[in-house]
């Protein structure tokens, strides 16, 4: 009999500590997609990329890992609101198996850049960036086998003036920080 008991009470105790409560982020984006409060826009990287006849094959190798960009946006309404949102976001990205790789800025004006996946298979990149004025942005880039180096190079791509950017996807999101 007591050894059932032990049982029941192990299996009950199992049974709490595999439950988790905590939101994902995809929970969190699906959540904040249906506010208001929010903008939120997914992006393929077609919209993004540069043209493809302008890249080397490593360029273009690089700019295949990457399948789209999710961009999520919060422009400064209300502090409490800004302030529980932020929170919500940084527990998800301290306790949902992501890494951070950097963090820079001042405590007014932030940017955290975490990684989920093996360091040579990176399969989320997330930018977590804040400012006590203005809002936050969150963007999530998902890809196949991506690696640190290959993202470094990605936005030097990206950044090159010799590259054709197509910046029609980003056409009024940066304005929700005005």
């Known amino acids: ?9 192990l299996l009950l105790i199992a049974t709490c500590i595999s439950c988790n409560d905590q ?6 984006y699906i959540d904040s997609k249906e506010s208001d ?5 997914d992006l393929p990287t077609s919209l993004i990329a540069p043209k493809s006849e302008s890249l080397s094959e490593d360029q273009k190798r690089i700019v295949a890992s990457v399948k789209k960009v999710n961009l999520l946006a919060y422009a400064m309404k209300d502090t409490s609101f800004y302030n529980s949102e932020t929170d919500k976001v940084t527990g998800i990205l301290n306790s949902d198996n992501y890494d951070e790789l950097m963090k820079l800025g001042t405590p007014e004006q932030r940017m955290r850049i975490f990684i989920k996946g093996d360091e040579d298979a990176i399969d989320e990149v997330v930018v977590f960036a804040q400012d006590n004025n203005k ?19 990605f ?3 990206m950044d090159t003036s010799s590259a054709a950017l197509n910046t029609g ?7 929700v920080f005005k």
């Open 169 to 175: 996807g980003f056409e009024g999101i940066m304005d």
């Open 37 to 41: 409060e929010f903008i939120m826009v």
């Open 1 to 9: 009999m007591k050894t059932l008991k032990l049982s029941m009470v």
């Open 23 to 28: 939101q994902s982020l995809q929970e969190y």
């Open 155 to 157: 936005a030097e791509t």
């Open 135 to 153: 809002g936050f942005l969150l963007a999530r880039v998902l890809g196949d086998n991506m690696n640190v180096a290959d993202m470094v190079r």
